[in-house]
């Protein structure tokens, strides 16, 4: 046969075959060897075992309607298959031996190789059947369940026809991570099957929880669909019921689900971030099977989030869902690792784009940069819009008190050196950059983090208690920013002025005439800072100017004059070429601090001892020297005691009635008061 599409139907190829028949109609002999070429029945599985050249090989006796295998093998690349036994209408007796070396034939995602021997005893109606088989290396393109078939497995089944149902008297797969039996009926369209599974350990799916997992239950099918009821239970704290059912075409679902779990099973899919705690559920998936139809609590006990892209940790987090009408009411409260507390409320729908109205408040939280700033206040944000992308965060955050840093040294020397290539990377070390944020999605470069973007209206306030010191610096601002635009591109708007401060060098104190703070690109703050000094008609200044984890420092006067004399006439009120030998060292240690190489000081150092807000050691033109030591009551109500050299001291009290209105007063050891009301107001 050249052509076996003449057949018609599925079939394809060419066959060439040599037959021979020796006896009558009711005995005789029959042999038969052939060659296919390309044989194809229709059946893609099959085809693909057969494809190349195979060859067929029959030697069989008949005996009144009697057939008796001697042999009958077919042998392919992919499948070499031999029967032997008996058949007849009275009740047949074969045996098959099967042997595919190479599963992949069956498609790209197959891999290994199996052997089984199968036998049918009985008639198509009523029969005994046996499989035995083994499985070794194999693979089924999915990651998970290839972990669970690596090694050798066993398979075996013994099943029963009787009158047309099959009895399936015990099904099984085992090898060395994983066993799994079933036994029930198949009865036409009707199947009933209790199942038993046992995971020997957890962690070859989820690493975090090591230890045995099992599922048992019932199975059936009707015409109406799939009936499940099941139970789960493993470590995690796994102990699960699905009890419901599915339609045929698995578009449609009701099942109730209850039990409790770990959140931390889910870490390997949500990773980097992480999440632990107890969690449980109460639900009914009634409808397509999506996250809409879903309805009932959920709920994570004491639980812990944390993520490599997050500024804090979230602790002790009690939070509740509650799911209908394809949305979830969400309640969460949770205390800060860095200190402070955390409140959720509000709802995300369930199904894209996941349109949200939530309302986060932050009671006295703590953010932190050991490096470079610490600050603590109260705020209230609001979340709404779809959060696939495109929800506008908005609301306001009122700072109680920050302290931000300018380092001893600059931060400039560690950055990304450019244009560095990576060869050989480990996969470890590139996984750290992708954490780090170096690396975008494709395995470039990437600077901006997540290409999700939400919208931005939130004010930052801090009407004062904003102190920024390092390098002789200490100065106290205030007022207010307002971050616009979007997390992709942020536009802030206002700044933290002056409202208080100086600048030490070797005991030369400088009063500061202006202060700015703000952001500009990113949230490393912008400051800019200037303190002058008047010498024979000439106005000196110190001007630190740029990031506060790397400002740059200039001086300037008017008339201009050079840097190291306009430095001189501010430390020593002199011209350079007078200063004496000690006077010039004493000169190099100034530009040394300011450059951030001079340490944080004594006058520093006893300010934190003493827990004060403000302390300052400065000397009058006649000599005398004067110490001022203030703190902040309560948000509004500052107070400063003034003790001088000679015993007389001060102290004074500033009460911010309104943002314009200050109320001030004071008390000296001579006995004389002062009050005063200020109005302040900016154009």
Known sequence: FTDLSVLGGPYAGALQADAQFTGTPDAGHITLKGTGTALAMGRP????????????????????????????????????????????????????????????????????????????????????????????????????????????????????????????????????????????????????????????????????????????????QNAQGYVLDLKGQGPGQINATVKGTVSPSFARADLALKGSAQAGLINAFIDPTNIAGGITFDMRLSGPLQPSSLSGRASLNDGRVAGPDLPFALTGVNATADLSSGRAD?????????????????????????????????????????????????????????????????????????????????????????????????????????????????????????????GLDLEIAAPNRMFIRGRGLDAELGGSLRLQGSTANIIPVGAFELIRGRLDILGKRLDLSQALLKLEGDFVPYV??????????????????????????????????????????????????????????QLAGAVATLAGRGGEGIVSRLRKGFGLDDLDLSTGADGTTTVKAGKYLSRNLYTQVEVGQDGKSEISLNLDVTKNITVKGTVGSDGQTGLGIFLEKDY
């Open 45 to 220: 599985q099959v085809d693909n075992l057969l494809r190349g050249t195979s060859q067929l090989d029959v030697d069989a006796t008949l005996t009144a309607g009697t057939v008796d295998l001697k042999r009958a093998t077919v042998t392919a690349a992919n499948l070499i298959a031999t029967l032997t036994g008996r058949i007849a209408a009275a009740g047949s007796d074969v045996k098959a031996d099967l042997r595919f070396p190479d599963l992949s034939a069956l498609g790209r995602t197959y891999r290994g190789a199996l052997t089984a021997n199968a036998t049918f005893v009985g008639t198509p109606t009523t029969a005994q059947i046996t499989v035995k088989g083994q499985g070794t290396g194999l693979a089924v393109g999915q990651a998970e369940a290839d972990r669970l078939l690596k090694g050798t497995s066993t398979l075996s089944a013994d099943l029963a026809i009787k009158d047309g149902v099959i009895v399936l008297n015990r099904a099984q797969i085992a090898n060395p991570q994983v066993t799994a039996t079933a036994k029930g009926t198949v009865a036409g369209a009707t199947t009933d099957l209790n199942l038993d599974a046992r995971l020997t350990n957890l962690a070859l799916l989820l690493p975090d929880f090591p230890g045995a997992a099992s599922l048992a239950g019932k199975v059936a």
């Open 528 to 585: 800019f800072i200037l303190a002058s000094n008047e010498s024979d008609d000439i106005v000196s200044s110190v001007q630190i100017d740029g990031r506060v984890d790397d400002p740059k420092v200039s001086f300037t006067s008017n008339p201009q004059l050079p840097e190291e004399e306009v430095l001189s006439r501010l430390l020593f009120g002199r011209g350079l070429q007078t200063l004496s030998a000690l006077q010039a060292a």
């Open 330 to 454: 969400i309640a969460m409260d949770s205390s800060i690792s860095t200190g402070g507390k955390l409140g959720l409320r509000g709802t995300v729908g369930l199904a894209a784009p996941n349109n949200a109205d939530l309302t986060a408040t932050l009671q006295r939280f703590v953010l932190r940069d050991p490096d470079l700033f610490q600050t603590r206040g109260n705020g209230t944000l609001t979340i709404q819009g779809p959060l696939a992308g495109g929800a506008q965060i908005a609301g306001r955050i009122a700072l109680i008190e920050t302290e931000v840093r300018v380092p001893s040294s600059g931060f400039s020397g560690s950055g990304a050196i450019a244009d560095l290539q990576h060869i050989n990377e480990p996969a470890p070390v590139r996984q750290t950059r992708i954490y780090a944020g170096l690396l975008g999605q494709n395995g470039t470069a990437s600077g901006n983090g997540s290409s999700t973007a939400y």
